[in-house]
Each structure stands twice: as C-alpha cells, then as structure tokens.
C-alpha cells in the first residue's frame, strides 16, 4: 500500500469524508481491519478563505505547494487535494513535488466519459464555475459543460460558503439547489459534477432524474485504486 497525502481542511466538513471514504474504500479491497495510510495537512479554512476572496492564489500556491513537499519529505507517495476550488493552484503543488498528484478533474472527467453523458452541469463555488482551470479540464476530454445562470451561480456558492462549510444543511437550500439543477437539466444537461466537495452532503443521487458526478466520492476512489494498484 502506498502512502496518500491529503492536502485537507477545505473545509474539514469534505475533508472527513475524504478520509472516511479512503479508508472504507482500502478496507472493502483488503478486508479486516485493513485501513489506509494517510499523512494529513488540515488548513483553518478561514485563512484560505480570505485568501480566495482577495484573488490571493499566488500565496495559497506557495503555502500548499510547500506543505506538499512537506508531506512528501514525511514519506507520502501520492498527493491528494481534498478540494474543487484550489485546484486552481494545482500547477503550483505539482511543479514542487516528485510523486503523482491525482487531479479531481482527471478522476471526474473519466467518470463521466465511462458513463457516455456529453454534456453536464457543473455546480461549485463561484471559483470553480467561472474561472477555467476546472471546465477546460473537462472540456479537454470531450465534455461539454455547463453552468448555472448568474442567480443560480450566486445561489450554489452563498449557500457553500454561508452553511455547507459550516456543517449547516437544509431542506430549503436542498429545494433552492435542485431548482438550478432542473434549469441546467432543461438546457441540456445530461448529468451534474458536484464539483464542490461540500454538495455531496446537500444532494445525493437519489435526489436526480439525471447522471450524478459526486467528486469526493470519485477522487477518493482514485486514490484508493492508485495506492492500491
């Protein structure tokens, strides 16, 4: 078993179930009481917040990028960022360490060509829908994508960052969310990316009459089959 390091706490409230997942995912492949081997960077989230909202993605870069190396140094093997968002900043981590970092994007990406949907909506923080370091890695492989409008695009990123960080989930922003879904849905969307890491604890599957793309799940799924394999 390789050892995973996880860049985390972005928020902590996604990063457990990082961990959850990655360890349920090593023991259902090795049975027991077999459990991943994980070196963990957990960040205050209200740092990295401040830094999102000033455009301060040179220093968030440097700061990952150097704890990454740390957790390289301290024996991780493969690198995993526990988020959608700072994924921007992903060139940084990967210019400053050896081992294989598992993009998000790569692993959403192959989900969706294997479930053969071209076109998806992708709901995230305001970061990761407008800006191009996540869409044009999609769109890299094919995909089409989509975003809400720009009332559905503020609705998704205040409720990440007013309640989903803050472990607060709703009925009321589940029904606000599903509406910017059937919206997407209705121009075409075949399937939906969370393509924040926080969704996947408002929206499940079950909610959705279309393909659903959770990216922790898949992310963490990567990275069992890459310290596995």
């Not at 007013?162 to 009925?171: A, K, Q, S």
Request: glycine share 8%.
């Amino acid at each position: 078993m390789r050892t995973i390091g996880l860049l985390g706490g972005m928020s902590w409230e996604s990063s457990i179930e990082y961990e959850r997942l990655i360890n349920e995912g090593v023991r259902a492949r090795l049975g027991g009481t077999a459990s991943a081997d994980l070196l963990i960077r957990s960040y205050n989230f209200a740092e990295i917040e401040e830094l999102q909202a000033a455009g301060g993605w040179d220093e968030a870069g440097a700061r990952l990028a150097a704890d990454a190396r740390r957790l390289q140094d301290a024996g991780a093997e493969l690198m995993v960022l526990c988020t959608n968002t700072m994924h921007v900043i992903a060139p940084a981590i990967e210019a400053a360490i050896t081992i294989p970092f598992l993009h998000l994007a790569d692993a959403t990406a192959a989900a969706v060509v294997t479930a053969e949907v071209g076109t998806v909506g992708l709901l995230g923080t305001r970061y990761t829908m407008e800006l191009d370091f996540y869409r044009e890695r999609l769109r890299h492989r094919g995909l089409e994508v989509m975003v809400p409008d720009e009332p559905g695009r503020a609705t998704v990123h205040d409720i990440i960052y007013d309640e989903l960080v803050r472990g607060i989930v709703t009925g009321e922003s589940k029904r606000r969310y599903l509406d910017v879904i059937a919206q997407l849905v209705e121009r075409g969307a075949a399937g939906i990316i969370a393509g924040c890491t926080e969704i996947e604890l408002l929206i499940s599957p079950d909610d959705l009459d279309v393909a659903y793309f959770p990216t922790t799940r898949l992310h963490a799924e990567a990275a069992v089959t890459a310290a596995l394999d």
